[in-house]
Nanobody, 124 residues
Framework: QVQLVESGGGLVQAGGSLRLSCAAT????????MGWFRQVPGKERDFVAT????????YSADSVKGRFTISRDNAKNTVYLQMNSLKPEDTAVYYC?????????????????WGQGTQVTVSS
């Protein structure tokens, strides 16, 4: 099992940057692929980015490609989402999640553990 806690959200102007962090408990962090998803009221939770267990591969949604970067530090049991060139449409609650899966990591249904979410608001 793993427990996840997000932090780093806040209010930022368009064009600005934020770095989200997700701290994981336990000693098996390396066993999980990690993902970031986001959700706005009334809509589905959408894929943002994912990173494999070793950190050797990353994947991101087209909407954030070139602007967001996912990374992990297994020694610190932490995954990050660096968000640059933020747009108002990036406004959402951002969630980190953990999966034992190896493929199709864009699919939120593959993730077993979820954090509580952190709010990101981008103003015009």
């Amino acid at each position: 099992q793993v427990q996840l806690v997000e932090s780093g959200g806040g209010l930022v102007q368009a064009g600005g940057s934020l770095r989200l962090s997700c701290a994981a408990t336990g000693r098996t962090f390396r066993s999980y692929g990690m993902g970031w998803f986001r959700q706005v009221p009334g809509k589905e939770r959408d894929f943002v980015a994912t990173i494999t267990r070793s950190g050797g591969s990353t994947y991101s949604a087209d909407s954030v490609k070139g602007r967001f970067t996912i990374s992990r530090d297994n020694a610190k049991n932490t995954v990050y989402l660096q968000m640059n060139s933020l747009k108002p449409e990036d406004t959402a609650v951002y969630y980190c999640a953990a999966t034992t899966g190896d493929d199709l990591l864009w699919n939120r249904h593959l993730y077993t553990y979820w954090g509580q979410g952190t709010q990101v608001t981008v103003s015009s």
